[in-house]
C-alpha cells in the first residue's frame, strides 16, 4: 500500500457518514419500556450517555463523544445527573429543559440553534412539548461517561411526576427568566445559549465563528472542551493546521472538503450534511468548501479556553 492509500485510508476510518448508520432506539436501558421515555441514538463518537461504548461502527472517544439524539413529540426524559458536563445543541425542533432544585424546577424551551450545557451533579431533565420530534446534537464532557443517576423514573414515580422531573405541582414549575435576581435562574441562564444572543466573530482566514462552549461573550464556560459552529463561504478554506488535542467537525448543512497531510502526502475527502470527522492529536489537517454554498459546521475541541490556532486562509 502506498503512502497516499494509507494516509486515504486512516481519514475515511475517521468519518462517520450519516447514510451508513442507524437511529437505535435501544440506547438507554432506563427507557426499556416506557413509551414515553423512548428516543433513538446515532452514535459518532463514543456512547454518549449509552453503556454501548464498544459500538464497532462508532469512533473511539477521548475528550468527548458525539451522537445525535431523535426525540419524538409528547415524549421526555426523566431528571437525572452525570459526573461531567453534557451539552444539547438542537438542530431542528423545540425541547424543553428543566434543571431540578429539590421539588422545584425551573424550564427553558430551546429552539433550533439554540443549546444548553448541563452542569456537573446539577439533576435536569428534557421533553418535547411540540408537535414535531427534536434533533438534537449531544456532546458528553469524557469519553466513558458513568450511567446516569435518577432522581424521579416512571418505574416508580407516577409518570406525571416524571415528566415534570419531580416538580410537586404544576405551580412548583417555573420558566426561566434571565432577568431574574434568583441565583437558580442566574446559574440556569448562564447556561443556555441563544442563538440570537450571539455575535459572530469573523476570522482573518475568512470564516464566521459563533462560539457556544468557550472563553466568549454570550458562550457557555468551557469545562472538558469547547465548541463553536462555523460558517465558510463557497470557495473558501484554510491552510494546513495541526492541534495538540483531538477535533470533531460536523456538517450541518452543506458540503466540507477535508484533508490530512503527511510527509507531503496530503489526501482528501468530502463531507455532506451530519457527517463528521473526528481529527486525532498532532495529524496536520485543513478544511475547504467545495460547493456553490456556505457550509455551516460544528467544530468540538477536546479542550477548555480560547481557540489557540491562528488560521491562515488557503
Known amino acids: 500500500m502506498t503512502e497516499a492509500a494509507a494516509l486515504r485510508s486512516a481519514l475515511i476510518r475517521n468519518i462517520g457518514r450519516h447514510a451508513e448508520k442507524t437511529f437505535d432506539w ?8 416506557f413509551a414515553k421515555l423512548q428516543r433513538a441514538q446515532m452514535r459518532y463518537i463514543g456512547g454518549g450517555g449509552s453503556p454501548k461504548v464498544n459500538d464497532p461502527a462508532t469512533l473511539p472517544a477521548g475528550a468527548f463523544t458525539f451522537s445525535l439524539v431523535w426525540k419524538p413529540a409528547g415524549n421526555f426524559a426523566a ?3 452525570h459526573e461531567v458536563v453534557e451539552h444539547f445543541l438542537i438542530l431542528s425542533g423545540v425541547l424543553t429543559v428543566g434543571w431540578v432544585w429539590g421539588d422545584e424546577v425551573i424550564e427553558a424551551r430551546l429552539g433550533p440553534g439554540d443549546m444548553v450545557l448541563n452542569a456537573v451533579g446539577r439533576p435536569h431533565g428534557f421533553r418535547n412539548d411540540g408537535v414535531e ?3 438534537m446534537q449531544i456532546t458528553v464532557g469524557s469519553g466513558k461517561p458513568l450511567p446516569p443517576i435518577y432522581l424521579t423514573h416512571p418505574s416508580k414515580d407516577p409518570e406525571d411526576l416524571a415528566a415534570r422531573f ?3 405541582t404544576p405551580e412548583k414549575v417555573t420558566r426561566l427568566d434571565p432577568e431574574s435576581d434568583d441565583p437558580r435562574h ?3 441562564a448562564a447556561h443556555v445559549v441563544r ?6 466573530v469573523i476570522d482573518p482566514a475568512g470564516f464566521t465563528r459563533v462560539t457556544y462552549i468557550g472563553d466568549a461573550p454570550g458562550a457557555a464556560a468551557p469545562e472538558h472542551y469547547r465548541m463553536d459552529v462555523i460558517d465558510l463561504a463557497a470557495g473558501a478554506g484554510v491552510k494546513p493546521y495541526v492541534r495538540g488535542v483531538e ?7 452543506g458540503e466540507l472538503a477535508v484533508s490530512w497531510e503527511e510527509n507531503g502526502v496530503a489526501v482528501e475527502q468530502v463531507l455532506g450534511a451530519r457527517d463528521l470527522l473526528l481529527t486525532p492529536a498532532g495529524r496536520t489537517h485543513a478544511f475547504r468548501n467545495p460547493g456553490l454554498k456556505p457550509v455551516r459546521f460544528s467544530m468540538a475541541v477536546g479542550e477548555p479556553g480560547r481557540e489557540t490556532i491562528a488560521f491562515a486562509a488557503a
Do not use: C, K, Q, W
Not at 247 to 253: G, K, M, N, Q, R
Open 186 to 188: 442566574r446559574d440556569l
Open 26 to 33: 435501544d440506547a438507554f436501558p432506563g427507557s426499556r419500556g
Open 195 to 200: 442563538r440570537r444572543n450571539l455575535s459572530p
Open 247 to 253: 477535533e470533531a467537525l460536523f456538517v450541518h448543512d
Open 79 to 81: 431528571s437525572h445527573t
Open 166 to 168: 419531580g416538580a410537586a
Open 133 to 135: 420530534p427534536v434533533l
